[in-house]
């Protein structure tokens, strides 16, 4: 959480929703110059020099120390404000009081949190909600079509946090944070890094870039293969920096799900992935913003944990039905429950739990057409975003194979006449509009890791 | 396993120097082979060599419906190291659409392609679409093209039954798609590629892919189809652990074999008589080694680079399986029939072609010259 803004004189800081944050390796000030061509605007430091806070300073950068449990914190952040830096990051799970404490100190400073999912400020004011807890995307490595395989059936599950950002997102306005870092003991490929940048974009999160060690020491040291993974993660963050008014869209389609994100919203693989990995386009609404308003535009409602809403929510779904909206319910007794502990995945248990619901769903749904149809898309995720004035719409795009995927076809409601590809690398490609079954489609040539379709009336 | 030269020695045996490289009294029918040495040359024009090869298409199409069977074995989201379905083991949509392009221009009224689409009964487009099919191209390939998922009633209101003429292996009739009975013309556009129950997977075995998942599958109705079907045909077709809906005929011999590599082979000898090809095409211009999809492990990707037809599928598989280095008339026990019956012996046994290499009359390129060893 955030407790003030303003703290620096003299230059314009970013506002916090603004930052684009990066887990800093280095110490000495010439790193900095690594940043060229990147938008990244706030370094999450732990060792560091003088002489680095003073060069991020005069660049505009907002530099905050990263403090993790142990110790006497509000001491440790007082001496990490001394030595210059703009603000203070607590990462991990502090007893209760602590950042309270270190707010105090910090005065106009910035205090950041990093905690476990079920430790976020949901729905409050805090600019900046961040997680340590999350799944590194992409798919299994089961599901690359290994021997393990049994049979001829079904997709690739994508591992994703897509869906928790947007059971977050959809409950304030906080930038969304995922500070988790690559996995340790395994080769992490450029590709794998831009999935976790447009995995979390793809929502309206960022995640904390953070570099593998062998990474980091090979960009630092010059070596050309890492400098131009590096310049592609500058371009692909770019990408998403330059649309602000991405962030600012909220999720399109006819199926809304209503569940509390500080329960099955926390979760990575729930309900929300499962919908996702099926490229039904879902609005997430929170119980909380259960509205009349929040449900105008769909045509299903999927009602996750229907004993927990109170009367006036209940009244706001009896009269969605009332007015031709279809209602569907969670089984009986079924109650969703904030994940135990820190874990984040379901358990065996939970998954087929959920899948129940997801049956349901799935049979509801069938083939319809939604808002979005998308076609050869296995390896994919995606997500749809209208503008509030109806005007405009965006399919973003992000493939978590290793390869790149060739003619994907995309077929949509509502008669945009107007298709453009973006591209990470600027491109963009105005692609022909046709006559579908239902509504319009478009085909697209190719997606590498990520590309956006923009259509407008 | 045998060497070029016993090919060629084979090619040239004399009928009655090897009985197991006869067939009895099976019609034997010329099979072209083409080089096609990628998808980017122009496949119709090698595809029109090899019907003209044949004796032209016009004879057979002229006015005719014409059902093209695909092979799109598994779930089109399944791949192969992250290659599009086409370059390994679904059938090439350039294939397809020549041969549906080059069906209308000698005079076909109607088009269809057909396809049991994996654990769907939605429209096969879709499955097409998920597969990276361009099917707006494949749509504009002839005046009329219609596409049908085979695996439950889709466009149709009621089953066609298809008996098998003389004394069937494992069921005395098979209730499939109507789409697969409104057909003057039926044919197989099959994947050169191995399969792991049945050996090859040519165009006699694309056709298991006619069986409508609602009756035969995992999930059929126990007494009527499920229209709804959401599995593969694993319990009936491949381990006879339960019958099919009962609408459709029972199984002749139900529980006498739950081994795969009996069973498959029959059905698949069944069906070649029971729905009869006019036309096998054979995509082996790019593929897989190995198996069937990529489910199976340790596939291997193989680019064999040619096209093989013929109007006899029999005949047609059984020089494909002699391209792909294996004797055609291969034993159980024997690669690549290790642990299954012959498709091909069996079919030929139903009188429906001839596997014996020294009738066939092969045109274009000699097998010897078309030969890729499937395995080393």
Redesign the interface.
Known sequence: MLAALGWVSGWCAPAPQAWVPMRWPWQDARSLDLLAGTPINCLLLEAYSPELVAAAEKRGLVTLERIAPGGDTVAAARAALARGVSGIVLEGSFAEGTAAAVRAGAGSRPVVEITARNRLALGSAAPVLGTWQAVWPGIPAQD?????????????WIDTNTGFIRAVRAWGNAAVWLANTPPAGEVVTTERYLQAIADAAISGGRWVVALDRGFATRLAAGDESARVSWRRMGALLDYFERHPEWRAMREAGKLALVQDPAKGGLLSGGILDMIAVKHTPVTPVPPQRLTPESLAGTTVAVDVDAGALTAPEEAVLRDFARSGGTVLTSPTGFKDERPPGDSITLSKAELDRFNDIWRDVNSLVG?QNLGVRL??V??MLSNVLASADGKTEIVHLVNY???P?????VQFLGGYRRATLLSPNGAEKTLRV?AADEGSGV?IDRVAVCATLRLEL | MITRREWIAMMCAAPGAAPLLRGAAAPASPVSIARCASYDEDVTARLAAMFDQLGGLERLARGKTVAIKVNMTGSPGMRVRGKAPALTHYTHPKVLGATAYLMGRAGARRIRFVESAYASAGPLEESMLDAGWNVRQLAAAAPLVEFENTNALGKHKRYARFPVPGSAYMYPAYDLNQALEETDVFVSVAKLKNHATCGVTLSLKNCFGNLPASIYGDDAGRDEPNEKPASGRSLVGHQGTRQPSKSAPPELHFGASHDPGYRVPRIVADLAGARPIHLSVIDGVESVAGGEGPWIGDLRLVQPRVLIAGLNPVSTDAVAAAVMGYNPRAMRGTAPFRACDNTLLLAEAHGAGSADLTRIDVRGLTIAQALYRFES
């Open positions: 690359h079509g290994s021997s393990r395989m049994t049979g001829p059936s079904g997709s690739a083939r076609f050869n296995s390896t194979s290793d390869y995927v060739e003619n994907v076809t046709y085909d």
